[in-house]
């Protein structure tokens, strides 16, 4: 008995020391990168009362663990640079190493943005020379839940042993990241020379719901019906109706083997909670967003859905309203002709300050939803960033619709972002507008660029009330662009100038 007791002292002391252990969230690994030039939060696990250090080069913090065990603390504005060591002490201590301090961002979407390099053009030159070892890569593994997480999901059996940590970007380590993401991390590695760290999270085919807070939903009259009506989304298109099908016998197979119900990829919040709240608040400079396709058929919904979650994703990083970028979808061709109305909600976004959006009308594949070119997404992304993020002067955006005033039957059509003048890419005239009237049929019509101005008209359409530009999933050489160092620069986006109900419109 007396043996027994001392194994069951020398048991109770190990785990007491196991559970004194100070613990950090896996997004603080080797090999990773944290924000410069703000503010940085270091945060974790520890017994309840004990002090913990944090110190990184010249840098040190310090504070005590709460009465759950919780502590966090903040390093002060640290400048560019590494690689470091990085240090967290207390009853233990944690040591990474190879961290650098410059700039992160976060890639988050559905599958435009998580396609993989080894999918984008030119893969295997792209993935050959992809030796930036001052960019590094964290893809967060996918996870829903019903609450927001601490942490990252584990990793459990034969899962990819990449997720989860920060890798060194190299050939042997690209190919599965987020093409968008890496190609946007190249741009302001190559631009500003400092460390680039990307966060990957993203979920192909999901809804813009599955991200939003739920919180952010229940306080918004007009989104709380989101949270009952959700399945009936899935009516949309066929392969989500199958998903669903599957899904609603997953619960029955729970319900008969008294497991508790599993959650639905999209979900209300399930992906906000699973995914992104496992990283918040970590250090960063901004998001860049790529999702849209799988709400499209309620676009109208959308133009309060999408700027909700900016709204709410900054609230709880609690770093004021960083960079939101964010990628309208591009060109595809199929039916009905929803993707317009869905650009438009998008672009109703940028009311918002510190929004971006990236025009891809003319990079898209018409016969595939997945367009390959990623490194021109990335490319526009990174003009994005350097003007909001960098505070660079430079022409970062397509033109963008004002207003329309209409002089004898001509609508002269007034834009912002028209760089060093419009220009119709191609050659003299162009192409993509239509007019109507009163009856709101549209018509073909001819435009020309006058000054900074594009003027509309129709001999059809002697009384012109409305105009479109590029109002379809897939729109046929439309060629509004703008000029930037006496080059043709970035295209113009699609809108109407009405607002007469759309295919849309019914569906909330």
Known sequence: MKKIGIILSFLFLLLNNTKADVVLPKIFSDNMVLQRGMKIPIWGWANPGERITASLENHSAETVSDADGKWKLFFWPLEAGGPFDFKIEAKNTVLLKNVLVGEVWVCSGQSNMALDVSSCNNAQKEIATANYPQIRLFQVKSAKSSVALSDVSPIVGQEPNWLNKWQVCSPQTVSNF??????????????????????????????????VPKDALENDQDLVP??????????????LRLEYESFIKDIEKAHKEGKPEPLYFNQPSVLYNGIIASVVPYGIRGVAWYQGESNTYRALQYRKLFPALIKKWRQNWGQGDFPFLFVQLANYKFEPQVFPELREAQARALSMPETAMVVTIDIGDSVTIHPKNKQEVGKRLSLAASSLAYGEDLVYSGPLYQSMVI????????????????????????????????????????????????????????????VRYAWANSPVKCNLYNKSFGQIGLPASPFRTDDWPGITSNRK
């Open 407 to 466: 002089i004898k039957g001509r609508c002269q059509l007034n834009f912002s972002h028209i760089g060093e003048g419009l220009v119709a890419k191609g050659g003299r005239v162009l192409v993509g507008f239509e007019v109507a009237g009163t009856d709101q049929h549209f018509v073909k019509a001819q435009a020309v660029i006058e000054g900074g101005h594009v003027v509309v008209w129709s001999n059809d359409v002697p009384l012109p009330l409305a």
């Open 226 to 239: 989101i949270l009952r009506e959700w399945p009936k989304y899935n009516n949309d298109e066929e392969w």
């Open 178 to 211: 987020t093409g968008v993401g890496y190609f946007f991390a190249r741009e302001i590695w190559k631009k500003y020379q400092v460390p680039v760290g990307i966060i990957s999270a993203s979920w192909g085919g999901t809804t813009a719901e599955a991200w």
